[in-house]
C-alpha cells in the first residue's frame, strides 16, 4: 500500500500520468511542463492565472521552476521499471523446467544454461555471447553468416563472405572488438564533452534559479516597501488633513463669536433707536407748540460718539470677513514635502555605503575601527603627512559618486559643532576655504551654537526651525543636481536642497569639533 501510494503522488493532477518534466510554480504544486503550459495558456485572456491545485492566483504568469530532485525521482523509478521488466532469457533446450540462459551461440541461435555451455561446440564458428531474445541481427542479412568484421569505409557490420565477394569487398576492414574499442574511445571523449557541457548546464541552471529566488525576495522586499511607503503617506496625509480642518474649525469658532458680538451690540443700538424714533414720532404728532419747543432739539437725539461707535463696528466687519486663508495653505504646502519625501522613498534604492578615508582625516580627529565615526580630540594623532590630509577638524570618505541616487544618515553626539555634507576631492585642505561649505567645491549642513544654516561658497542659509534630533539624512541625486538634508523626525522633515550642475566625483565630508558624528549607511 505504501508504494501505491508513493507511486500516485508522482502522477500529474493535469494528465493523471507520471511526471514528464515535472516544474514547480511558486505556491509548490508540481505539474507536467506541457500541462501546465497548456492551463496558463488558455488563462492569458483572464485577469489572473491560477494554480490548478490549490487556486492560488497570480497577477502575472508564473515563472516555472524545474524541479531537479523530483525529476532525478522519476528517473530512477523509470529506471527500476525498465529492470523489473526486463526479459528473462531462458536456456533452449531445457524444456521440461526453464533455466536461465548464461551465454546465446550465434551460429545456432539457441541460448545455453551452464550444463548445456559446457557441451556446446567449442568451434570458431560457433560465436558465443551474452543472453539475447533476438540472434538474427547478429547475423548477414545476405550471407547468413555471423557478423564479425568492421568495414571502416561504409562504417557497417559484415561477414566474412561480405568481405572476399560481397559488395564491401577489398574494403578496410576491422575486427570487431577492435572496431568497437575505437568506437567506444572517441564515446568517452564525447562523453568527457558531454559531461562538461551537462555540469556547466546545471551551475548555469542553478545560476538561474538563485538569480529567480533573489528576485523573487527582491519582489517581496519591494512590495513590502512600497506598502510600507504608502502607509506612511496615508497616516501623514491623515494627519495633515486634521490639522488643517482643526485650523479650519478654530478660525469658524473665532469668527463665530466676533459676529455673535457685533449681532448683539447691533441690536442693543436697534432697540435704542427705535426708542428715539418713537419718542420723535410722538413730538411730531402733538398740537401743542409749547411742549414741543420745550422738548430739546432733535439733534440732540443722535449722539456723535454713536456715530464713531459705527465705524468701529465697520471696522470689526472688515476684519472678520474671510478666513485666513494663508495660514491654511502654509499648512496645505506641507504636501510638497511629502511628495518630496514619496520621491525619495520610491527612487532611493538603499543606504549607500560610506566609509571614512583616514588619509584624509586631520590629525585632530579620531577615525573609528569601522571607518564610520569621526571623533575631535585635542591629542594630535601624528599621522603622516599627506597631500590629501585636511588640516583642520574634517575628513572625507574614500569612495566618490558620479552617477545615481543615494541616501545615508549622519548622527552628532556632544556639545559641539559639526558640518556634514559633500565635496569633490579637488577642494583645498588647507586654510579658512578648506571647510566645507566655504568654498565653490563643497555643500554642508551645519550646527555652531545651537544655530542651524546650510552653506556653499561661504554664503549662509538660516534654518528657520530649529533641529530637535541628532539624525539627518543626506539625499544626493547626481543627475538631477540635487543635493538635499532631512532631519529623521516623525515625520521625517525636509531642511533644505541644493541644486547644482555636478561635474566631478562627490564625496561625503565630516567637519567635527568637540563632539562626534558618525555615519550609517551601507552594510
Not at 425 to 434: A, K, L, V, Y
Request: aromatic share 6%.
Amino acid at each position: 500500500m505504501a508504494s501505491a501510494d508513493l507511486r500516485a503522488e508522482l502522477d500529474c493532477s493535469i494528465c493523471l500520468q507520471t511526471y514528464t518534466d515535472p516544474v514547480m510554480l511558486r505556491c509548490g504544486h508540481n505539474f507536467c511542463r506541457v500541462c501546465i503550459d497548456r492551463v496558463l495558456d488558455t488563462q492569458d485572456e483572464s485577469v489572473v492565472y491560477t494554480c490548478p491545485e490549490c487556486r492560488e492566483e497570480f497577477q502575472e504568469r508564473p515563472a516555472l521552476m524545474r524541479n531537479l530532485a523530483l525529476r532525478n525521482i522519476m528517473e530512477n523509478l523509470l529506471v527500476t521499471q525498465h529492470k523489473e521488466t526486463e526479459t528473462v532469457i531462458f536456456c533452449t533446450y531445457c524444456v521440461d523446467s526453464p533455466v536461465p540462459a548464461v551465454k546465446s551461440c550465434l551460429m545456432c541461435e539457441a541460448s545455453l544454461c551452464e550444463k548445456h555451455l559446457s557441451v556446446h561446440s567449442k568451434s570458431s564458428e560457433h560465436v558465443v555471447s551474452d543472453p539475447r531474445t533476438s540472434l538474427e541481427n547478429r547475423k548477414c542479412s545476405v550471407h547468413k553468416e555471423v557478423l564479425k568484421y568492421y568495414c571502416t569505409e561504409d562504417s557497417a557490420c559484415i561477414c566474412v563472405s561480405c568481405s572476399l565477394v560481397g559488395k564491401h569487398q577489398g574494403h578496410g576492414v576491422e575486427m570487431l572488438d577492435e572496431a568497437s574499442e575505437k568506437k567506444k574511445g572517441k564515446l568517452r571523449n564525447i562523453f568527457q564533452k558531454l559531461t562538461g557541457k551537462t555540469e556547466e548546464t546545471k551551475k548555469r541552471v542553478q545560476n538561474l534559479e538563485e538569480h529567480w529566488r533573489k528576485a523573487q525576495e527582491k519582489a517581496s522586499g519591494e512590495a513590502e516597501r512600497v506598502t510600507a511607503l504608502f502607509t506612511d503617506i496615508r497616516r501623514q496625509l491623515d494627519n495633515l488633513e486634521k490639522r488643517i480642518l482643526s485650523e479650519i474649525s478654530r478660525q469658524e469658532k473665532e469668527e463665530s463669536l466676533s459676529f455673535s458680538s457685533l449681532i448683539q451690540k447691533l441690536e442693543i443700538k436697534k432697540d435704542e433707536l427705535s426708542g428715539k424714533m418713537g419718542h420723535i414720532e410722538e413730538l411730531c404728532n402733538m398740537t401743542d407748540p409749547l411742549t414741543v419747543l420745550q422738548e430739546p432739539d432733535t439733534g440732540d437725539l443722535c449722539d456723535p460718539e454713536e456715530e464713531g461707535g459705527d465705524e468701529d463696528i465697520n471696522r470689526c466687519l472688515h476684519d472678520v470677513g474671510d478666513l485666513d486663508v494663508a495660514v491654511i495653505s502654509d499648512k496645505l504646502h506641507t504636501l510638497c514635502d511629502i511628495i518630496t519625501d514619496i520621491r525619495r522613498g520610491i527612487y532611493v534604492e538603499g543606504p549607500a555605503d560610506i566609509l571614512l578615508d583616514v588619509n584624509t582625516a586631520a590629525n585632530d580627529i579620531i577615525i573609528s575601527d569601522d571607518l564610520k565615526t569621526a571623533t575631535w580630540t585635542q591629542n594630535n594623532q601624528n599621522r603622516s603627512e599627506r597631500a590629501e590630509r585636511f588640516q583642520k577638524n574634517q575628513v572625507m570618505s574614500s569612495r566618490g559618486f558620479t552617477s545615481g541616487r543615494h541616501y545615508w544618515d549622519v548622527e552628532s553626539s556632544g556639545s559641539g559643532g559639526w558640518r556634514v555634507g559633500m565635496c569633490y576631492p579637488s577642494i583645498d585642505r588647507r586654510g579658512r576655504q578648506s571647510y566645507i561649505g566655504d568654498n565653490n567645491k563643497s555643500w554642508s549642513l551645519w550646527r555652531y551654537v545651537n544655530q542651524y544654516s546650510v552653506r556653499h561658497d561661504g554664503k549662509d542659509i538660516q534654518l528657520p526651525d530649529k533641529i530637535s534630533s541628532d539624525r539627518v539624512r543626506i539625499c544626493l541625486d547626481y543627475e538631477a543636481g540635487q543635493l538635499s538634508f532631512y532631519e529623521l523626525c516623525d515625520p521625517i522633515r525636509h531642511l533644505h536642497t541644493f541644486t547644482a550642475a555636478f561635474t566631478k566625483p562627490l564625496h561625503a565630508a565630516l567637519c567635527v569639533w568637540k563632539g562626534s558624528v558618525k555615519i550609517y549607511g551601507g552594510r
